[in-house]
């Protein structure tokens, strides 16, 4: 995993390795300023000695301007590495998702992959910061500390030994216990705020059906929940400081009372009393810095279930990859289903589509009609291969979907899902999804076919008006509409409209329908719909039922022979309509 | 989106975001956390004041073990003596009972510390959804669901930041620069104002250098901005992306954003970054001035300077500079947890909805023919109508019975949504809605539960005025399902149950098979028992509604309403859950919005509007018969088929 994420650091390994080495170089000043202090002091002041005091001054100066300089390099190149490593996190996962085939993106849920793409990368980008700025900081100090207390006095040094062993076994123990804790927690934390979420969206059902009491209960307990595990994490946290008191307490008066003794005992030869000041304010410094490092891991391992859910957005292989030697042209606009089985997981068996054999020519408009769940959406989803079939065989062109180019099979088959959404920017803009090279006539032309050009024209800023994220400020009739023109741009050989008229009136659709028939006939079509009166005037229609093909044939032959198609007819006899939003313009 | 931040470290918001009654929030922060916590409050700052103190006292120990003990000792020991060591053993037993008390309050402070962090987070967040539950539909239509929800998580976070470090930090220093202060006086005069002064200049760096970076941190906030919200939009949109072979040209476009977010916001942790460094060097740099004029005074005798002064003086000026630095470096933090805590506040102080009804809705029985109160479930309810004036009580068969009587309303007081709008419901009637997206359907039937209020007009329900009654006893009576189906996280079991949360098994079964949703629940993975998440995003549309049909059902209410409840649902099936719908509701009333004819058809009456106003009203044949506007649609329809 960690693998993986490093991998991503490219352009970066520079800043990467040169925050590092900063960093070691002010440690390395850092470590000098005591001595000069000292000196300072000692041989300076105490000495009485202005010439002194202005050398080590001087010295302390230039110290400080390369401490200085280290620093900064250090603090830029980790800000360099850091943002950068996040970019190309983020980047990375962007193009990864980008490659993901239908199947892939239904696995992650929308806001998982935002918030993988957005909080997760902060997590990460600053862990990464921290660990190169801190992670060799904190040990280089601590080994560097060490050295020099053994320089100076190898059996009080020893005293540092024991006590750091033994802090560090106790700060390990708590820290893995903690950690555990926190890893418990944040996924709860999580949860809560799911809830908030749904609170707010839902608040209408809520009210309505007064379950103000209810929801306060529930949250009250989440809430409480999450008191109870931090608290217990903090507690098992809380242990930290004292341990670390107590042990540098503790280390400060032994090394009085040795150092003291050692020092009269000796009189001064084994150890001097400036030495001893030394090894006092090492001591301190080693024990500063283990508690540094044990923060640092503290932080990471908070950060490590980030890393993980990036990684697995970065590790997901795409399951629908291009051929090796893939066909660029598809021949014609027929369509056929050998012997088809479709499920949506691999493992399991439950099938969606089950023994469809389907024979489609080029420019049939072909109506599908069939219940909730009766998997209508799945059968077109197989043509222009967002999805792989299980067994068996769909065949564009006479050729098996899986030969061609993706790109070039999905310029050709043009879908309208029934899950549509328009994107921020102009409504030219967005029709040119369609085709990025389109002129505006054509533009004109195909909103014409998909009768958007009326309520089009009707806006102030005509094509150019701002069309709002996820299209909100047009009506869904609208939408739909431009949908369709979009999809049209593209100039398919075949064109598939999943429920896409659901929302438009049925004159509309009605003008829609001879419009496609009349501008368009050489293009296949496929229509799902709800209403009979979408596909009545179809070549054929496939009534679906339970992920099987109950009836094909015209709207005469199925009255007379399918019984779903009847019950569908005479649900809805008496004209099939819809009173639309935009019945007024009709 | 829920934000799984969290703790782990809230997104930068701009570094200086006005407050505008900065102090009036700190204080009502305060209050906040010492209404519960007061004694705990009280025992945290006698323990910092007690650790601080412990460890300087251990400090100014470790500075006199030379001059005290061990150089008395070497000339003791020069002098031919057996050195007594009794006094530096007494000296260091006295200081590890000073430490001794110094772990004691610090490991007392943490741990009391954290029930008034954690504590503190619970109620506030307890407090803010309590409240936020009892605001009205408004509240929701007026902000936006991010910045809702960014309160919970960011601003709450800040909170707690500043609870739990900056506070304590802040107690905890300001101690320590006080007792410094002090000393450094005490010691010498002029050079306490050479010290102030190079403090002064780290001061202003420090404040220059969050100047630049503020302005470069506003900057990444609004890349940052951009980058989310294009990733919102692509991932949302990211099956319309793979159908038009979009990849290539959103990878160039989010590159763009990309690159521009990685500028702005190495610029402004590049000068976070370098603050630390370059204050640590001024520090050491006026450590060497001050060395250089102490020194200068001490050796010149000037002002009866000692020696031994300065170098106390010179570990005071090293020991004020952290802290000082430290309250600088929080400062920030909490600047921009007053700002959260403005936000907190101000959701805090929304005005909850009101309610001054009085009628309550009861089950009744009919005794004598006389109707009375009932603690068991009777199948009949009933309006509990206290007359103050009289000083009886009336009982009124809840019959759904409803009356709008010339209702204007408007969301906003200037621009009114609905005219004139008079309709009357006979108990048991079908009434249905039909009409233009913004002609006013839904809202009618928002003012029928009062999720908002009219302008002008009466409504009534069973002869009362709506405003009489109790709001929760009102929706109780009136199910409903909308046009946006939500589902909560959770069984479908518990979602059906919903509508009445003590339905058995058997009850939601057969809510669940009248709304035929029974069939596809069996079919799930776990029956009854799969886990709905992410608002149900693992059913069909068409699912969705039917569940939440089932959910009203289970409900059993007096009144029905129906918004564009089955406009996912194939014309066949839905038939089926009419006709359980109709059997469900006969003899009670029932609101119908659709846009679907086969949905309205059979009701007992239509009412079509347009631009706020019924234009027609009728059953089938009556508006057929009077070639309207309904009749304008109908044929319509039939021209096209």
Not at chain 2, 107 to 121: D, E, H, K, P
Not at chain 2, 235 to 251: L, Y
């Amino acid at each position: 995993m960690l693998k993986t994420l490093a991998s991503y650091i490219k352009e970066y390994k520079k800043p990467s390795i040169a925050t590092p080495v900063f960093m070691i170089l002010e440690v390395l000043m850092e470590m000098l300023i005591p001595f000069l202090f000292a000196s300072l002091i000692d041989d300076g002041v105490q000495a009485e000695n202005m010439n002194h005091i202005l050398t080590v001054g001087g010295i302390m100066v230039v110290i400080a301007a390369i401490g200085l300089y280290a620093g900064i390099m250090g603090g830029v190149c980790g800000a360099k590495a850091s943002t950068g490593f996040a970019k190309n996190l983020r980047k990375g996962m962007f193009d990864k998702i980008q490659t993901y085939a239908f199947s892939n993106i239904d696995k992650f849920s929308t806001a998982g992959l935002v918030t993988r793409l957005t909080t997760d990368v902060t997590n990460v980008q600053n862990s990464y910061q921290m660990l190169l700025r801190m992670c060799m900081r904190a040990p280089v100090s601590l080994i560097l500390a060490m050295v020099m207390s053994f320089v100076v006095n190898a059996r009080i040094a020893s005293f540092f030994m024991i006590a750091v062993v033994l802090l560090g076994c106790v700060l390990a123990l708590i820290i893995s216990k903690a950690t555990k804790y926190f890893q418990a927690a944040f996924p709860k934390y999580d949860e809560l705020n799911a809830s908030v979420q749904e609170n707010v969206s839902a608040i209408r059902v809520v009210k309505a059906y007064v379950r103000e009491d209810h929801e306060k209960k529930k949250f009250k307990a989440a809430s409480n929940g999450i008191y109870d595990i931090f608290v217990k994490a903090e507690k098992t946290v809380s242990y930290n400081n004292p341990v670390m008191q107590i042990t540098v307490y503790t280390c400060i008066l032994l090394i009085s009372w040795f150092g003291a003794k050692m020092i009269v005992g000796s009189g001064a030869t084994e150890l001097t009393t400036g030495e001893l000041t030394s090894l006092l304010s090492y001591c301190m410094n080693i024990l500063m810095n283990l508690m540094m490092v044990s923060m640092i891991f503290v932080m990471l391992s908070m950060s490590f279930a980030s890393a993980k859910r990036i990684a697995e957005v970065l590790n997901e292989e795409p399951s629908l990859v291009n051929p090796e030697n893939p066909c660029y042209e598809v021949k014609d606009g027929s369509i056929a289903f050998e012997q088809v089985d479709f499920g949506y997981s691999e493992g399991d068996d439950k099938r969606v589509l089950t023994d469809i054999n389907l024979n489609i020519r080029s420019g049939e408009t072909i109506g599908i009609i069939g219940g909730t769940g009766s998997s209508k959406s799945s059968l077109v989803n197989l043509i222009s291969r967002l999805y792989d079939v299980t067994a068996g065989s769909v065949k564009v062109g006479g050729r098996d979907v899986r030969e061609y180019d993706i790109e070039t099979l999905r310029n050709e088959v043009s879908v309208v899902l029934q899950k549509n959404v328009l994107f921020s920017g102009s409504i030219l803009e967005n029709l040119r999804w369609g085709d990025k090279d389109a002129t505006e006539e054509e533009c004109i032309r195909a909103c014409r076919l998909a009768c958007a050009d009326e309520f089009i024209e009707s806006f102030p800023d005509k094509y150019n008006t701002h069309i709002e994220q996820g299209g909100n400020n047009v009506s869904g009739g609208q939408k739909q509409r431009l949908c369709i023109a979009r999809a049209l741009l593209k100039k398919p050989k075949i064109l598939i409209l999943d429920d896409s008229t659901s929302a438009v009136d049925t004159a509309t659709d009605a003008k829609i329908r001879h419009a496609f028939a009349n501008e368009i006939p050489d293009t296949t079509k496929l229509i799902i719909a709800q209403r009979i009166s979408s596909v009545q005037h179809a070549d054929r229609i496939i009534v679906m039922d339970n992920g099987k093909i109950s009836g094909i044939g015209t709207h005469e032959e199925l009255l007379a022979s399918n019984e779903i198609y009847r019950d569908v007819y005479e649900s809805q006899t008496g004209g099939s309509g819809d009173f639309d939003e935009n019945g007024g313009e009709a | 989106m829920p934000g799984p931040g969290g703790p782990r470290g809230p997104m930068p918001r701009g570094m200086k975001p006005s407050v505008k009654n900065p102090g009036k929030i700190f204080r009502r922060i305060i209050g906040f956390v010492t209404r519960n916590y007061l004694v705990h409050c009280i025992v945290v700052i006698v323990c910092i004041i007690v650790s601080v103190l412990a460890s300087v006292q251990g400090t100014w120990f470790t500075k006199n073990l030379i001059d005290q003990f061990i150089v008395p000792l070497l000339s003791q020991k020069e002098q031919g003596l057996v050195p007594d060591y009794s006094g530096l053993l007494n000296a260091i037993l006295r200081v590890a009972g000073f430490y001794g008390l110094g772990v004691i309050a610090s490991f007392t402070n943490t741990r009391v510390m954290l029930y008034i962090t954690q504590g503190t987070m619970r109620n506030l967040r307890d407090e803010l959804f309590v409240h936020m539950e009892t605001l009205p539909i408004k509240y929701f239509d007026t902000h936006s669901h991010g910045d809702i929800m960014s309160i919970y998580t960011n601003d709450v976070e800040t909170m707690r930041q500043m609870i739990s470090q900056s506070i304590p930090q802040l107690i905890n220093s300001g101690i320590t620069i006080v007792s410094v202060l002090v000393s450094m006086i005490l010691l010498n005069v002029p050079l306490t104002v050479l010290a102030l002064f190079l403090i002064g200049i780290m001061l202003f760096v420090t404040k220059k250098t969050t100047g630049l970076s503020g302005k470069f941190f506003v900057k990444q906030q609004k890349n940052l901005g951009m980058v989310n919200g294009f990733i919102e939009e692509m991932m949302a949109g990211q099956k319309v992306v793979k159908v038009f072979c979009h990849e290539k040209e959103n990878i160039e476009k989010f590159d763009e954003l990309n690159n521009e977010l990685c500028d702005s916001s190495y610029n402004a942790n590049k000068f976070v970054n370098i603050l630390g460094p370059i204050n640590a060097q001024i520090g050491n740099i006026s450590y060497v001035i001050i060395a250089i004029v102490g020194g200068a005074m001490a050796l010149n005798n000037i002002g009866g300077f000692s020696v031994g002064a300065l170098v106390s003086f010179l570990t005071y000026n090293r020991n004020l500079s952290m802290p000082i630095n430290q309250v600088s470096q929080q400062f920030n933090s909490i600047i921009m947890a007053l700002a959260g805590g403005e936000r907190i506040f101000n959701l805090l102080d929304e005005k909850p909805e009101t309610d001054e009804g009085y009628v309550t809705l009861v089950n009744a029985k009919r005794e004598m023919g006389e109707l009375t109160e009932s603690d068991k479930r009777t199948g009949l309810w009933a309006w509990k109508h206290y007359h103050k004036d009289t000083g009886t009580t009336d009982y009124v068969e809840l019959k759904g019975d409803v009356v709008f009587d010339d209702v204007d309303f408007g969301y906003n007081e200037d621009k009114l949504v609905l005219h004139n709008v008079s309709l009357y419901a006979q108990p048991g009637q079908k009434i249905a809605f039909v009409g233009s997206t913004g002609a006013g359907k839904t809202t009618i039937t928002n003012l029928i539960n009062r999720f908002y209020d009219i302008q002008d007009g009466k409504i009534r329900y069973d002869g009362i005025n709506i405003n009489k009654i109790k709001k929760g006893d009102l929706r109780r009576s009136l199910g409903i399902v909308l046009q946006d189906t939500h589902l909560f996280t959770g069984t479908v079991m518990d979602n059906i149950r919903y509508g009445k949360l003590d339905a058995t098994d058997e009850e939601v079964y057969a809510a669940a098979k009248l709304a035929n949703a029974d069939g596809f629940i069996r079919r799930l993975s776990d029956g009854y028992n799969t886990m709905l998440t992410g608002d149900g995003t693992n059913l069909s549309q068409g699912q969705r509604q039917l569940l939440a049909i089932a959910r009203a059902a289970i409900a059993d209410p007096p009144v029905l309403i129906l918004d564009e409840a089955t406009s996912s649902i194939d014309t066949r099936t839905e038939r089926i859950v009419q006709d359980g719908m109709d059997k469900l509701m006969k003899g009670r009333t029932t609101f119908v919005i659709a846009h679907r004819l086969s949905t309205v058809k059979n009701s007992d009456c239509i009412m079509v509007l347009e631009q706020g106003r019924i234009i027609e009203r009728g059953t089938h044949d009556e508006l057929l018969a009077a070639r309207g506007k309904y009749y304008q649609l109908y044929t319509g329809n039939n021209i096209a088929g």
